[in-house]
């Protein structure tokens, strides 16, 4: 492991991003902390002699409540990242404003649905500017909320899914240009897909949700079979094991369908699922969490 690890936080860490967080060249943590109401903040120094992560002055930064979920991304339009927190116990989410060298300023709390498990973030309305989408477990939808360009956020409506939801992720799913969602629901053991009419609008596509094999605790997606489209890879909790649904929406089928194969087991009870070319193939694999073996599984792509 890195020199000094691990890196001390400053409560019970539910959540975890990484960005340039004080302009430096080099990527930085951040760590929302359930039991502290707050995020740490990590800047990297294994650069220099110090050579380990040490907190951004002024770390932790306050949110609303019980936080389930961080992302990280330019939510001012200042050119520098900053953090949208989704806060389960308040039912909001917290923005934190970053000044460019790591220093952060909360602004809101903007109210969303009951229980935010999760956040993802992205132009949802296509005016240039980065929006917010939230998971709400408790009231079985999503919340958008629209950026006005400066970091001060309005509702941008409620649209319901399947079940109660534990991740959702964005991506152009359909091919049109937006951004649509893709959102895992635990209760109900599928995913549902919304599509954005480009406006910030979404209905759900023909034939969701779409079946996984467990209980969802994590969603991604990426183009996992090579044909220009975005698929999605959920990692099941229940059923150690992770579900590949391929896009066929512009197929006359119009659907998510199951890879040959799937679902895919792990060594144990997957929370968390990523996807990147890890063997340097030029394909897409993926990486799961496994919280009850306490171990990462890979899933390598290809024949």
Same mark, same amino acid.
């Given at each position: ?5 691990p ?7 539910s ?5 340039d967080? /004080?302009?430096?060249?080099?990527? /930085?943590?951040?760590v ?5 109401? !707050?995020v740490s903040?990590?800047l990297?120094e ?7 992560f ?5 770390s ?7 936080p389930s979920?961080?992302?990280a991304g330019?939510l ?10 989704a806060n389960?116990?308040?039912?909001d ?7 460019g060298? =790591? ?14 498990s999760?956040?993802t973030? =992205? ?6 500017d ?11 939808n999503?919340?958008?909320l ?9 509702d941008?409506?409620?649209f !319901?899914?399947a079940?109660?939801?534990s991740?959702i992720?964005? =991506? $152009?799913?359909d091919?049109d240009?937006?951004? /649509?969602?893709?959102?895992?629901n635990?209760s109900?053991?599928?995913v549902?897909?919304l599509? !954005? ?5 979404f209905?759900s596509?023909?034939g969701?949700?779409? !079946?996984v $094999? ?12 090579? /044909?220009?489209?975005l698929d999605l890879?959920?990692?099941?909790a229940?059923?150690l ?9 512009d197929?006359?089928?119009g659907v ?5 194969g799937?679902p ?11 996807s990147?070319?890890l063997?340097g193939d030029g394909?897409?694999d993926?990486?799961v ?7 990462v599984?890979?899933l390598?792509?290809?024949p």
């Amino acid at each position: 492991g890195a020199s000094g690890s691990p890196f001390s936080v400053d409560g019970e860490p539910s959540a975890i991003t990484s960005g340039d967080f /004080d302009g430096d060249g080099d990527l /930085d943590l951040a760590v929302a902390n359930a039991s502290t109401f !707050n995020v740490s903040v990590l800047l990297n120094e294994l650069d220099e002699p110090s050579g380990v992560f040490s907190k951004a002055s002024g770390s932790p930064f306050s949110v609303d409540g019980i936080p389930s979920s961080i992302i990280a991304g330019d939510l001012d339009g200042d050119g520098d990242l900053d953090l949208a927190v989704a806060n389960a116990s308040t039912l909001d989410v917290t923005v934190l404003l970053n000044d460019g060298f =790591g220093d952060f300023v909360a602004v809101g709390p903007f109210p969303v649905g009951g229980d935010p498990s999760s956040i993802t973030s =992205g132009d949802l309305d296509g005016d240039g500017d980065l929006d917010l989408a939230t998971a709400n477990a408790l009231t079985l939808n999503v919340s958008v909320l629209l950026n006005d360009g400066f970091g001060d956020f309005v509702d941008g409506g409620s649209f !319901n899914v399947a079940g109660r939801s534990s991740s959702i992720t964005s =991506g $152009d799913l359909d091919g049109d240009g937006d951004l /649509d969602l893709a959102v895992a629901n635990a209760s109900t053991l599928d995913v549902t897909v919304l599509l !954005n009419d480009g406006g910030g609008d979404f209905v759900s596509a023909l034939g969701s949700p779409f !079946n996984v $094999d467990g209980i969802p605790s994590s969603i991604t997606s990426g183009d996992l079979d090579g /044909d220009g489209d975005l698929d999605l890879a959920g990692a099941n909790a229940s059923t150690l094991d992770v579900t590949v649904l391929l896009n066929e929406l512009d197929e006359p089928s119009g659907v998510f369908v199951g890879a040959s194969g799937s679902p895919f087991s792990v060594d144990g009870e997957p929370s968390a699922i990523t996807s990147g070319d890890l063997d340097g193939d030029g394909d897409l694999d993926l990486a799961v969490a496994n919280a009850s073996t306490l171990n990462v599984s890979i899933l390598s792509n290809g024949p």
